[in-house]
């Protein structure tokens, strides 16, 4: 025997360090913060033992650092896409202390509904709900469960991300609405990283149920996803990337495509959209009706393209709306669409080009760049500036660049506005409201040489319409007075160049430029209806430059008018090359 018997100073006498093994053993408990101890002893510490974290300074349990992160697998979830791991998820909702992280490492969790609820999994008020990443972990709702993947009511501070919810939906009932996630009177709720696909229903719903006393105020979105969502329920389709109608949302660097419905559907106030992209939905950006006024949505940086409908469309009883930096292209309808009463609405910096795809085989629908129409209401106050609005394709589908139509009121077009080549109208105005602009900077207007309504053309030579308005003749009552002022620039070679003002059908020559590469032209006039159906010229003066200055007058004439007034006026160029490069129109009730 090699043991070496310690001295009478241990614990119970029998110690011995054993030389064949190196080690100590037949050691007593311990007494003092030195005294070796046994694994039998280090097996029996509590988890109250304190810790202190390599480089942190405050030494806590260990416990108590668990209990900041519940992992669910420490709750029996696997995440192997088979096993149902709805319980063992839900009950690590269930323990986890307010401000702390419920974690799901990568992996597919499959989730089901669990009796009388109308959901998979319930959040509660003030965790964070994380995955490893929206690419590694997901959570798919199981076949034939027709139920919503995630919910949450009356919740407050609700932190969502880095995961992806897939509702199956290829696997589910047809004729249910369920949404992916669905935040009900939910304030503060931060959704980041996170991606929503094949939902039966809506992909992110924040609701305020439509309950006047209640709110879901202060939900954001950090580059989140939505693809894929809707399905025919109920009769009708159903299916948004995001809609939320609660107030002050936010959206930065989302993402919403292939959606049965719009992409981002909003009805509520103080929304701002930065740097977000709709593409392949139904509608890109949608605006509903609002319960209130002086609404505020903002889209700044946002890109809606390849949209079957509208690529940003606003309903009724919005105001204050800003559209700035944003691209629309190639959606079937109009890039940007006004429907109803919307007020105050300003669109800059934006280029809309090839829209219109789907008013050519259907006349019922809309193509426009930009167009304010009147199903039950109308824009009142829009500034249209620093636009590109064109067509370039060989068969162009965008009809009009802009479209002022019906009731339309205080609508200007100022700054930097380039509106190129349209297959119908580049400008069609048919208000009767007062206070229709165009200023000094609308420029680059071009139009084939078929366009009868139209600002001049390139590629060929002949007359063609400048711009045109309708005053609509059941619009008017006996006395009303419009102030028109018209004016622009020609420019290109020395051949004739010559602008005739039309009103109700007589033509009033009002420039002519017979050499020069210039003509700069302006013209007023003044019209006064007698009735509904009649109006009387009370006079026009013009105004051309290039070549010299001269003053033209041109005599009151009375005018009959069978229903509308249409108003416009048309340009003779002398070379294919000669283009529009400035154009104004104000048509204002005096």
């Keep these: 025997d090699r043991s070496l018997n310690l001295p009478d100073g241990d614990v119970d006498g029998s110690g011995a360090y054993d030389s064949n093994s190196n080690r100590i ?21 509590p988890f109250s033992a304190l810790v202190t974290a390599t480089g942190t300074l405050t030494a806590r349990s260990v416990q108590d650092r668990f209990a900041e992160v519940f992992s669910v697998k420490d709750f029996g979830a696997v995440g192997n896409g088979t096993t149902d791991d709805t319980s063992a998820i839900q009950a690590a909702i269930d323990a986890v202390s307010s401000g702390g992280t419920v974690f799901l490492p990568s992996g597919t969790y499959l989730v089901s509904q669990p009796s009388a609820v109308d ?31 995630i919910n949450a009511e009356s919740s407050d501070g609700i932190y969502v991300g880095h995961l992806t919810v897939d509702g199956n939906k290829a696997n589910q009932a047809a004729g249910t609405f369920n949404p992916a996630l669905y935040f009900l ?45 809707g399905a025919a329920a109920g009769g009708t389709t159903q299916g948004t990337g995001f809609a939320t109608n609660g107030d002050r949302v936010q959206f930065d660097s989302c993402v919403s495509s292939g959606n049965l419905l719009a992409g981002f559907k909003q009805t509520g106030g103080h929304v701002s959209h930065r740097g977000s992209q709709a593409y392949s939905n139904d509608v890109g950006f949608a605006v509903g009706s609002l319960a209130d006024s002086g609404v505020l949505h903002s ?20 105001d204050q709306i800003i559209v700035s930096g944003c691209y629309a292209y190639e959606n079937g309808w109009t890039g940007i669409t006004s429907l109803n009463t919307t007020e105050d609405l300003v669109i800059s910096n934006c280029i809309l080009q090839r829209n219109g795809a789907s008013f050519v ?38 009809t009009y660049g802009i479209e002022i139509d019906d009731d339309a009121a205080n609508v200007t077009i100022a700054g930097d506005v380039r509106i190129g080549t349209h297959l119908t109208k580049a400008i069609s105005i048919t208000t009767t409201q007062p206070n229709i ?61 010559s602008i005739t003002l039309v009103i109700g059908g007589v033509s009033y020559p009002i420039s002519t430029q017979a050499s020069g590469d210039q003509l700069d032209w302006h013209a007023e006039a003044d019209i006064l209806f007698l009735n509904s159906y009649s109006s009387q010229r009370i006079a026009v003066s013009s105004h051309e430059g290039g070549g010299g200055d001269s003053y033209v007058a041109v005599g009151g004439q009375a005018i ?29 009730r005096v």
Excluded: W
């Design 25 to 45: 053993k037949n050691l007593g408990a311990a007494t003092l913060g030195t005294d070796a101890v046994t694994k039998a002893y280090a097996d029996a510490l």
């Design 119 to 149: 959901y998979c999994l319930l959040l509660k008020a003030n965790i964070r709900f994380v995955g490893e990443g929206m690419r590694s972990t997901t959570i798919k709702v199981a076949n034939s469960q027709n139920c919503n993947g």
């Design 185 to 229: 009177y939910c304030d503060d709720a931060d959704f980041e990283y996170v991606q929503v696909i094949n939902a039966n229903g809506h992909g992110f719903f924040s609701s305020t149920g439509g309950s006047a006393s209640s709110t879901s105020v202060g939900t954001r979105f950090n580059h989140c996803i939505a693809k894929d969502n």
């Design 299 to 318: 889209y700044i940086g946002c890109d809606a393209s390849f949209n079957t409908g509208d690529g940003f469309r606003f309903g009724s009883q919005v």
């Design 361 to 398: 085989a259907d006349a019922t629908t809309r193509g426009a760049g930009i167009a304010l129409l009147d199903t039950s209401g109308a824009a009142n106050g829009v500034i249209i500036s620093g636009i590109v609005c064109s067509d370039n394709q060989g068969t162009r589908t965008q």
């Design 437 to 497: 602009k165009i200023l000094p900077g609308v420029s680059g207007i071009t139009a084939e040489a078929s366009d009868t309504t139209l600002t001049s053309h390139t590629g060929s030579t002949g007359a063609t319409a400048l711009i045109s308005h309708t005053i609509l003749g059941g619009e008017v009552v006996r006395n009303d007075r419009f102030r028109l002022v018209v004016g622009g620039s020609v420019s290109g070679t020395n051949g004739t160049k």
């Design 560 to 588: 009959n008018f069978a229903s509308d007034v249409v108003i416009y006026c048309t340009g003779t160029l002398g070379h294919a090359s000669d283009t529009i490069t400035q154009l104004f129109f104000s048509m204002t």
